[in-house]
């Protein structure tokens, strides 16, 4: 190479490498979002956190489903798509080691009856909700917190609401819908 080219080829890696970073930073808002709490108060003992991005639902899915006994409203039909069923297949394996108690009322559907075929833990149950009855957000109840996830491609949303007496309300009504079922 030219002596005199010499500084304009450094010129030109030192560009190419100034625009990758700032095409970094520029990225990085958007990706940190996905993990992002778009909002969180608390007042007392009362605390809600909202979470958007499928990253940070799952995340928070999984925290929930492995921290300990809960009971759940959910679709099957909804959330278990895809590679998610062998997500599942593989919580369900974690549970079936762990034992914690599991309630789950699930929309009746053709990935309810899937789901209930992996099922080989003896504290987990599972009972269908009646035919053609909608229910778009799954709800955990969870060591006192209120879950709510929702599952839409990019319109995801996960809420998490810590509050005794809301917690206790929920509860009531799982079980009477469980009774009832």
């Known amino acids: 190479i030219a002596l005199r080219l010499i500084p304009k080829v450094l010129e030109n890696h030192a560009k190419i490498q100034f625009n990758d970073v700032k095409g970094a930073l520029r990225a990085m ?12 108060f608390e007042v007392g003992g009362f605390e809600v956190r909202t ?12 925290d929930s ?5 809960f009971c759940a409203i959910f679709n099957p039909q909804l959330a278990l798509k895809g590679q998610i069923k062998d997500i599942v297949i593989d919580f369900l394996k974690q549970t079936a080691k762990t034992r914690p108690l599991i309630r789950e009322i699930a ?22 909700w009646p035919d053609g009855k909608k229910f778009p957000t799954d709800t955990i109840l969870l060591k006192g917190s209120v879950i709510l996830l929702h599952y839409e491609l990019r319109n995801e949303l996960a809420i998490k609401v810590t509050h005794p007496e ?5 509860t009531t009504i799982f079980e009477a819908l469980w009774e009832s079922i």
Do not use: C
Not at 65 to 69: A, E, P, V
Not at 113 to 128: A, L, T
């Open 166 to 170: 809301f917690y206790q309300s929920m």
């Open 107 to 128: 929309v009746a559907g053709p990935t309810t009856d899937w789901y209930k075929r992996h099922i080989h833990n003896p504290n987990h149950f599972v009972k269908k």
């Open 65 to 69: 489903l492995l921290g300990g006994d």
């Open 29 to 40: 808002p958007q990706e940190l979002s996905k993990f992002a709490i778009k909002e969180k």
């Open 51 to 62: 979470i958007e991005s499928i990253e940070a639902v799952y995340a928070q899915l999984e």
